[in-house]
């Protein structure tokens, strides 16, 4: 069973960073690929960021101002938001995929779902 903690949420200026960490224990948790998605309220779970054995991926919106990484030493998975912008104020969640590779970006894609932590960027 996989078991996924995020942390490093918190409320932000306009323009400001914040880090996010999501420690991840389990069966091979770190040879499989890693996301992050965010919910708004209101609106649907959606895709921020992913990292497998061979490349990262980002949604649109994130290119540019996010950076997703993972330390394999430890199982932990990291997303560096900078240049924050208040759209941005969502629930971020760390999920794990069923596979080494990323194959997806809907949340039907993934298995696993940390509990999140709130992101709240103030205009």
């Known amino acids: 069973q996989v078991q996924l903690v995020e942390s490093g949420g918190g409320l932000e200026q306009a323009g400001g960073s914040l880090s996010l960490s999501c420690a991840a224990s389990?069966?091979?948790?770190?040879?499989?690929?890693q996301a992050w998605f965010r919910q708004a309220p209101g609106k649907e779970r959606d895709f921020v960021a992913a990292?497998?054995?061979?490349?990262?991926y980002y949604t649109d919106s994130v290119k540019g101002r996010f950076t997703i990484s993972r330390d394999k030493a430890d199982n932990t998975m990291y997303l560096q938001m900078n240049s924050l912008k208040p759209e941005d104020t969502a629930i971020y969640y760390c999920?794990?995929?069923?596979?080494?590779?990323?194959?997806?970006?809907?949340?039907?894609?993934?298995?696993?779902w940390g509990q999140g932590t709130q992101v709240t960027v103030s205009s």
């Open positions: 999920t794990v995929a069923p596979y080494s590779n990323i194959r997806g970006r809907t949340p039907e894609d993934y298995n696993d």
């Open positions: 389990g069966r091979d948790v770190s040879v499989r690929g």
């Open positions: 990292i497998d054995w061979s490349q990262t």
